[in-house]
């Protein structure tokens, strides 16, 4: 069993950066892939970013060159760090985790493949 548990969340003026936290239970060392989705009112939940075990990184085509994923084993901590936010980016944002397989280039944002889910935390970004 992982527990994830999210925080950073906030609400900001567009332009601004904010970084989402998430705390994970455990660490294994199988394969893993640890992803961050978002999901805004009326609208499908949807991959934002993933990391692998090995620290190779994917992303949405919405947030390339504003948003960073990155882990921190020895802390058991996942970060998502974003910047330039924009109005669009508002959403409840929720850290998930697949064990015992890696994330890939062609299904790393499949909600249905990830095993474990925080409760999420709300970013508002204002115009």
């Known amino acids: 069993q992982v527990q994830l548990v999210e925080s950073g969340g906030g609400s900001v003026q567009a332009g601004g950066s904010l970084r989402l936290s998430c705390a994970v239970s455990r660490y294994t060392d199988s394969s893993y892939c640890m992803g961050w989705f978002r999901q805004a009112p009326e609208k499908e939940r949807e991959g934002v970013a993933a990391i692998n075990r090995d620290g190779s990184t994917y992303y949405a085509d919405s947030v390339k060159g504003r948003f960073t994923i990155s882990q921190d084993n020895a802390k058991n901590t996942l970060y998502l760090q974003m910047n330039s936010l924009k109005p669009e980016d508002t959403a409840m944002y929720y850290c998930?985790?697949?064990?015992?397989?890696?994330?890939?280039?062609?299904?790393?944002?499949?909600?249905?493949?990830?095993?474990?889910w925080g409760q999420g935390t709300q970013v508002t970004v204002s115009s």
């Open positions: 998930a985790a697949r064990v015992l397989s890696g994330c890939y280039l062609g299904s790393w944002s499949y909600r249905r493949l990830y095993d474990y």
